[in-house]
């Protein structure tokens, strides 16, 4: 039928091992229940017969109470106690089937057994019902979830699919990985797997052991019930888990219900506050209605307001919107989950912001309307104030640049010339036409600053205050103009008169300062004399200058007269001359400066001069005189000793000796007169530095006197040299004094060469001519070869003449013996007993110490063969001696 459980004493009892069963699984299940109230049972149809561990089992399992069992032992109570047992179960809703309570009393083993069952099936498995199927099933459908996934089990009943204990294992695992090791049990162990089940449930999950391993493996097919109601343990076991994370989960999703509700309420409180506050600031800023003085203040409130409409107001409008869109939310939520609906705090309804934005939509309809009717009435103020400050500003700039008052108030004329004043004159009607011009600008700002004030402008004041200012300043200008004009008028007049004055200061002024002019030239011209003759006519000639100072002066007055009228002229009318006189570039300063410079500088300067320069002639004249004295004397004094001197040699018939001592004479006697001769030098300097070139009272100059003195030093030093040279000559050559003598008498028979100086008639010299003359003289006879030959000789440097010292040479070489190196050659060769080379020893023993040293440290080693140690070469050294390289 519909509920095969109520069918189960149909066909339940045909096999004792499934009765063994039931008895075991079912005694135990009873026991774990009881055990709680504190007892057990032992036998199950014995145990239960009097009721009251009956009674007892039902209040723990359900969680209620029964009524009080009966006390008494009697057969009647012990029926009473099982019937209230009874009754309890089918208060629950179990139809039981043919189960009575004296059976129970009795003992009768199927049928305790039938009821406990019912008991199982009704509080132990009724409530499992997995997706609306029946209990038995609900309990095999949980059990095939949770071993689903384990290998070697297929849950299909409560019977065969449990034999191997696998399933019962897979179950623990599933739930409690830790209690097992699924991975170590085998299939063909099925007693072992279901002992380690039962063992474990017993031990950690608190499911007593309500099973027979060996039964159950034994069995062909174990008992359902005694299966099912071990396998609901299980149920219990774990689904109890379940359902207390089932429970908690329910708690946190109503607790979450609330705060999230709590949380808008609070959204909306805090959003409601802030609205309503920005509408209460709002309000007042458009409520006030006090127009801005500038255009620029008020534009910035069209600006601000215009901001506000889009960009402050539209979030809030949608603030609003989200607000009543989170308060209708918020009630929604609140009535689906059986709470109260929301009440806002005092004056935070909908309604109350409905209203303060209806109040802030109200304020803000006019505003704009207000702003743009004030900012067009300020455009037109601000138009006319700007126009009016451009005209002021334009009138203020022509009568500031250049300032017209000060222009009109210039006292230039006062320092003008004529023809500046006639120029000013014209300046001045031009400006006057221009003053006119600017009549109607003055005007049209008058009008401009009274329509201002009628329109209520509001900075009329400064606007008065200018226009004021302008009008006043334009009537100053009026008067100042007619002012200038009776000035320029006046002054005009007088600088005409003036203009004629400047003009005949002009006519008078220039040829007096010409005058001057010249005078100035002629006082300052520079004079050269050298006489005192013309010293005296340049003193003539300036006195006669002088002479015409009173009548220049008398002119100097007639221009100073002119200039001081023209000076008074200017002081009486106060007028200020430029001190230029447009006629002239002369001053009366330049002309009294020039007279001053002409009479009181350069005319006395002129005397001082003069006088000064009479008196530089006479002292020069002095100087003169003192030279020519000196000079007259010392320069035939020098021109007589030359004479003397040449005639010496000539005249002394004597021995050179004697020539000599008479010329040493002279030398003594010429340097004693050099004194003469160097104060002669000290007026020559004295004459130099004053400048004087000419000098008539001698014909002796400083240079003639110098040169006659120098050559006569040299020509007493000359002609004592010769005497000497003569004196050697003779004694080397053995010459004697008659033929030297007659030697010089030739020479000075044709010493005939004019001589530089004057006051010399000889100077012991040739030219070739004389010379050739004087040989032939002698005896000699010249062909033109022969006597090239002996002016090489003569004139080795080729002067072309022939002094007396070279004359001598070449007649003594002519007549005299001479030594040569072929005679000193010969002379060592004695010395050296005929040796080609001679001995240090040889020339110690046969010259003096001086003269044998001086050989031996200038002959060389003799190279020659079989020569001694200290053999020297007096071959080499006698050529060297000559000059000769070699013989």
């Not at 399933?167 to 090791?181: E, G, Q, T, Y």
Request: proline share 3%; aromatic share 8%; charged share 30%.
């Amino acid at each position: 039928g519909d509920h095969p459980e109520e069918d189960w004493d149909r066909d339940l009892l045909l096999d004792p091992a499934w009765e063994k069963q039931q008895r075991k699984t079912f005694t135990a299940w009873c026991n774990s229940h009881l055990r709680k109230a504190g007892t057990q049972i032992e036998n199950i149809e014995e145990d239960f017969r009097n009721g009251l561990k009956l009674m007892l089992l039902l209040e723990v399992i359900s969680g209620e109470r029964l009524p009080k069992p009966d006390k008494g032992k009697m057969r009647f109570h012990k029926i009473a106690n099982v019937n209230k047992a009874l009754d309890f179960i089918c208060s629950k809703g179990v139809k039981l089937v043919s189960i009575g309570a004296e059976e129970i009393v009795d003992g009768n083993v199927k049928m305790t057994l039938g009821m406990i069952w019912t008991i199982i099936l009704r509080f132990a498995i009724q409530d499992i019902s997995v997706e609306e199927t029946s209990a038995k099933e609900g309990l095999l459908l949980w059990c095939q979830r949770k071993t689903a996934p384990y290998r070697n089990v297929n849950v299909q009943n409560f019977h065969i699919s449990w034999k191997d204990g696998l399933a019962l294992c897979a179950l623990i695992h599933r739930h409690r990985p830790d209690l097992i090791d699924y991975s170590k049990l085998r299939k063909d162990d099925p007693i072992g797997n279901l002992n380690t089940a039962f063992e474990v449930a017993e031990k950690y999950l608190d499911i007593p052991k309500m099973l027979d391993a060996e039964d159950i493996v034994n069995t062909p097919k174990p008992d359902e019930k005694a299966i099912m109601t071990y396998v609901s343990c299980f149920y219990h076991a774990f689904a109890g888990a379940e359902q207390a994370e089932t429970a908690a989960n329910r708690i946190c999703k109503v607790l979450a219900v609330n705060q999230e509700n709590e949380k808008l309420m609070e959204e909306y409180e805090k959003l409601a506050s802030e609205l309503l506050e920005w509408i209460r600031r709002t309000i007042p800023w458009l409520e006030n209605r006090v127009a801005e003085q500038t255009m620029r203040a008020m534009q910035q409130k069209l600006e601000d307001f215009r901001d506000y409409r889009r960009v402050h107001k539209p979030p809030r409008v949608q603030e609003k919107c989200q607000l009543e869109i989170n308060f209708n939310t918020l009630q929604t939520k609140l009535r689906l989950s059986n709470r109260p609906a929301f009440m806002p705090s005092e004056g935070k309804m909908v309604s109350d912001i409905a209203n303060a934005w209806k109040g802030l939509e109200q304020v803000e309809k006019g505003y704009e309307e207000w702003l743009l009717t004030e900012i067009r009435r300020l455009e037109r103020l601000d138009h006319l104030a700007e126009k009016f400050k451009q005209k002021c500003a334009m009138h203020e700039a022509w009568t500031c640049w250049p300032c017209k008052e000060d222009l009109l108030s210039q006292k230039d004329y006062e320092s003008a010339s004529l023809m500046e004043i006639r120029a000013l004159m014209r300046k001045h009607e031009a400006f006057e036409s221009d003053l006119a011009a600017h009549q109607d600008r003055v005007e049209q700002i008058a009008a401009i600053a009274q329509e201002l004030n009628e329109l209520d402008y509001h900075d009329a004041a400064t606007v008065n205050t200018r226009c004021q200012g302008i009008c006043d300043q334009w009537d100053n200008l009026g008067t100042l103009t007619q002012k200038r004009r009776d000035s320029l008028e006046r002054v005009e007049k007088l600088w005409e008169t003036i203009d004629q004055l400047y003009l005949e200061f002009a006519k008078r002024a220039a040829p007096f300062n010409n005058w001057m002019d010249g005078a100035m030239e002629d006082l300052q011209d520079m004079f050269i004399v050298h006489s005192i003759e013309e010293i005296q006519s340049l003193i003539t000639a300036h006195d006669q200058f002088k002479a015409t100072l009173p009548e220049a002066d008398k002119e100097r007055m007639a221009t100073l007269g002119i200039h001081n009228e023209i000076l008074k002229i200017a002081q009486t009318y106060g007028i200020k001359l430029s001190g230029i006189n447009p006629y002239t570039n002369l001053s009366l300063q330049d002309i009294s400066t020039k007279w001053d410079t002409v009479s009181q500088h350069f005319v006395p300067l002129r005397d001082q001069m003069l006088q000064e320069e009479v008196a530089r002639q006479q002292a020069n004249e002095r100087l003169r005189r003192q030279f020519a004295a000196q000079a007259n004397i010392i320069g035939p004094w020098i021109q007589t000793k030359m004479e003397e001197i040449s005639h010496v040699s000539v005249d002394i018939a004597g021995s050179l000796e004697e020539q000599m001592n008479s010329l040493k004479q002279y030398e003594q006697n010429i340097i004693n007169y050099k004194s003469n001769i160097d104060k002669l030098e000290g007026d020559h300097q004295l004459i130099q530095e004053s400048l004087i070139f000419d000098n008539k009272h001698t014909n002796y100059t400083m240079e003639h006197i110098r040169v006659g003195w120098e050559q006569l030093l040299t020509t007493i030093a000359r002609t004592i040299n010769e005497v000497e040279n003569q004196i050697l000559t003779r004694d080397a050559k053995g010459i004697s004094q008659e033929q030297l003598n007659e030697f010089r008498a030739s020479f000075n028979h044709f010493d005939r060469i004019p001589c530089a100086v004057p006051l010399q008639k000889r100077n012991g010299m040739m030219d070739p001519d004389d010379f050739r003359a004087c040989l032939i003289s002698m005896g000699y006879d010249l062909g033109e070869v022969e006597f090239a030959r002996i002016m090489t000789l003569v004139d080795p440097n080729n002067t072309g003449v022939v002094t007396f010292q070279a004359f001598i040479d070449f007649m003594t070489r002519e007549t005299a013996e001479t030594d040569t190196a072929e005679q000193v050659m010969a002379s060592f060769k004695i010395l050296a007993s005929d040796k080609n080379y001679i001995t240090v020893e040889e020339l110690r023993r046969e010259l003096p110490p001086e003269q044998a040293e001086y050989c031996i440290t200038r002959m060389t080693r003799y190279a020659g063969p079989d020569s001694p140690p200290g053999a020297l070469d007096y071959i080499s050294f006698s050529s060297a001696l000559y000059g000769e390289s070699d013989l």
